[in-house]
């Protein structure tokens, strides 16, 4: 029977009794400390990192475009790439010129393969069905 473990993320060795009962586990026990729970908890869930990546991942593009039914914009398709809708800040607070470059591979990638539907200072949509 043990009767101390070191949590994970503090490092620090405690009693069995500083952490939370977790009947699923191995060792009966929650994987981090209470105290480190606490803090786990606190964090709302959105609260992960969020890249804007460099590389286009194509099968994204392609998924988004048989997901629409006649026409999508650029920008549409470079916030379903990061994976935050456009109007959140969020997506607002991330890397601007990262947003540009993305949105330029994606440009750069439905030119050859699709129709421009309109084009504006906001951007370009695509005539896509
Ligand atoms: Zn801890």
């Keep these: 029977m043990i009767t101390t473990k070191t949590c994970p993320k503090c490092k620090i060795e405690k009693t069995?009794?500083?952490f939370w009962k977790n009947k699923s586990r191995e060792d009966g026990?929650?994987?981090i400390c209470i105290d480190c729970?606490?803090?786990e908890k606190r964090k709302p869930k959105?609260?992960?990192?969020?890249?804007?990546?460099?590389?286009?991942d194509i099968n994204v593009v392609e998924r988004v475009i048989s997901e629409c039914n006649h026409v999508i914009a650029t920008r549409d398709i470079v916030s379903?790439?990061?994976g935050l809708p456009l109007y959140t800040s969020r997506f607002h607070?991330?890397?601007q010129n990262k947003r540009k470059v993305l949105a330029r591979k994606?440009?750069?990638y439905m030119k050859p393969?699709?129709?421009i539907y309109s084009e504006n200072s906001r951007g370009i949509t695509w005539l896509v069905k």
């Design 106 to 108: 994606v440009t750069d």
């Design 113 to 115: 393969k699709y129709k």
């Design 93 to 95: 607070l991330l890397d």
């Design 16 to 18: 069995i009794s500083e």
């Design 37 to 39: 729970g606490k803090i």
């Design 46 to 56: 959105w609260d992960k990192p969020v890249e804007v990546p460099a590389q286009l």
């Design 29 to 31: 026990l929650y994987h």
């Design 80 to 82: 379903e790439i990061i």
